[in-house]
Antibody
Framework: QVQLLESGPGLVKPLETLSLTCNVSGDSITNDHYWGWIRQPPGKGLEWIGSFYGTGSAYFNPSLQGRATMSIDKSKNEFSLRLNSVTATDTAVYFC????????????????WGKGTAVTVSS | DIQMTQSPSSLSASVGDGVSISCRASQSISNYVHWYQQKPGKAPKLLIYSASTLQSGVPSRFSGSGSGTDFTLAISSLQPEDFATYYCQQSYNTPYTFGLGTTLEIK
């Protein structure tokens, strides 16, 4: 059974960098699947942040204006999101999720999700 | 970006009823649409992918249809656990975008 678990600081000050980690069990992040991040501001809808495949390059939502990066740690089977220069509009629950296999890239749906981690940006 | 417009934004129904939720894309997106269910405080759950394929383990009372710009999620014979918020998502282009959601409430 594939499980994802997000971890993060909970509270980040404005203009600092938000760092989140997603630990994956039951599957390898270098196997044939995409992995990514989605967020949900309080009381609002879902926003896709970015995704990657295997050890390849990540791609991001342009709405983030280049503030996001992703990395992987194969030894821990986890991947991370860094979002710099945060503001109050980055306050949200952040989810990591598994995407499709490479064969189904165009059908980019997310079939396994973490429980989410809440992040508040405030001084 | 492709806009996904869901209607209605909220819906009241009773256990045993059938309901439909609509999702309209701002341009033609073939069948690159997926549907999720989200309950308060929980992560979204995939229900339907590629417009009409039922995700493994999802009850058959859920069904999806549509192609091009107009898509529908139908739930037949509502069960108490179906009262939740539903989102559509497109993967025709990046950035992947979601509808604003339809909240299904108990009448």
């Amino acid at each position: 059974q594939v499980q994802l678990l997000e971890s993060g600081p909970g509270l980040v000050k404005p203009l600092e960098t938000l760092s989140l980690t997603c630990n994956v069990s039951g599957d390898s992040i270098t196997n044939d699947h995409y992995w990514g991040w989605i967020r949900q501001p309080p009381g609002k809808g879902l926003e896709w942040i970015g995704s990657f495949y295997g050890t390849g390059s990540a791609y991001f939502n342009p709405s983030l204006q280049g503030r996001a990066t992703m990395s992987i740690d194969k030894s821990k089977n986890e991947f991370s999101l860094r979002l710099n220069s945060v503001t109050a509009t980055d306050t949200a629950v952040y989810f990591c999720a598994r995407g499709p296999t490479l064969q189904y890239y165009y059908y980019y749906y997310m079939d396994v999700w973490g429980k989410g981690t809440a992040v508040t940006v405030s001084s | 970006d492709i806009q996904m417009t869901q209607s209605p934004s909220s819906l009241s129904a009773s256990v045993g009823d059938g309901v439909s939720i609509s999702c309209r894309a701002s341009q033609s997106i073939s069948n690159y649409v997926h549907w999720y269910q989200q309950k308060p405080g929980k992560a979204p759950k995939l229900l339907i992918y590629s417009a009409s394929t039922l995700q493994s383990g999802v009850p058959s009372r859920f069904s999806g249809s549509g192609s091009g710009t107009d898509f529908t999620l139908a739930i037949s014979s509502l069960q108490p656990e179906d009262f939740a918020t539903y989102y559509c998502q497109q993967s025709y282009n990046t950035p992947y975008t979601f509808g604003l959601g339809t909240t299904l409430e108990i009448k």
